[in-house]
């Protein structure tokens, strides 16, 4: 079963639009939620991150908003470029166990020139 | 620059056949873990460890077993290789421990192809 639940599988976009990722979680212990970006032949590697104090983090054209009360958030890839072409993958880390990470499914985004 | 490196990128075995996947950080991380990677399942935790010697068991641990003898390498072995341990394998690494509520970000590296036929 897993813990955090992660939409869409994959994903197109045209160049200068708008990507938006999708994750969800229930256990209330979580307290950290990174998101990572692993290019074709390359290990995954940390994008961004926020903590549920904050409703939205903003890194270039990467935006994570957090939504407490319903347990949701999501990444947004504004202007997206074909070299944001990846797989990303949200994540989270509870109180009891902060070492460890609990990853979605995966997202392909595919970006067209 | 932290480098993770794992021994092979792509590997055959024979079903039945003991594998040993290797994998080695150079920024002498307490904590190292080993995931399989699955299309539309994402990256599912087999075991991590945080010191030498010491290991737990992730979410996925059935047909597994690790070795941390040193702090900069961590071993994944599958005692008896079976067609549905074919899969992406990666191998990561970390600080131990929490600063400022903040986790430490985990440094992955390229992953090994195995293939079980």
């Known amino acids: 079963q897993q813990q955090v639940k992660q939409s869409p599988q994959s994903l197109i976009v045209q160049k200068g639009g708008i990507s938006i990722i999708n994750c969800a979680y229930e256990?209330?212990?979580?307290?950290?939620f990174p998101w990572y970006q692993q290019f074709p032949g390359k290990g995954p590697a940390l994008l961004i991150a926020?903590?549920?104090?904050?409703s939205e983090k903003k890194e270039g054209r990467f935006t994570i908003s957090f939504n407490k009360s319903a347990k949701q958030f999501s990444l947004h890839i504004m202007d997206s470029q074909p070299g944001d072409s990846a797989t990303y993958f949200c994540?989270?880390?509870?109180?009891?166990?902060?070492?460890?990470?609990?990853f979605g499914s995966g997202t392909k985004l595919n970006v067209k020139p | 620059d932290v480098k993770v490196t794992q021994s092979s990128r792509y590997l055959v075995k024979r079903t039945g056949e003991k594998v040993f996947l290797e994998c080695v950080q150079d920024?002498?991380?307490?904590?190292m873990f080993w995931y399989r990677q699955d299309p539309g399942l994402g990256l599912r935790l087999i075991y991590f460890?945080?010191?030498?010697?010491?290991?737990e068991k992730g979410d996925i641990p059935e047909g597994y077993s690790v070795s941390r003898e040193k702090k900069e390498r961590f071993s994944l072995i599958l005692e008896s290789a079976s067609t549905n341990q074919t899969s992406m394998y990666l191998c990561?690494?970390?600080?131990?421990?929490?600063?400022?509520?903040?986790?430490?970000?985990?440094?992955f590296g390229p992953g090994t192809r195995l293939t079980v036929t």
């Open positions: 926020i903590r549920p104090d904050v």
């Open positions: 920024m002498d991380h307490e904590n």
């Open positions: 990561a690494s970390s600080l131990f421990g929490a600063r400022q509520g903040k986790r430490y970000e985990q440094y």
């Open positions: 994540a989270a880390s509870d109180i009891y166990n902060f070492n460890k990470f609990y």
């Open positions: 256990n209330t212990a979580f307290d950290y």
């Open positions: 460890s945080y010191d030498v010697k010491m290991k």
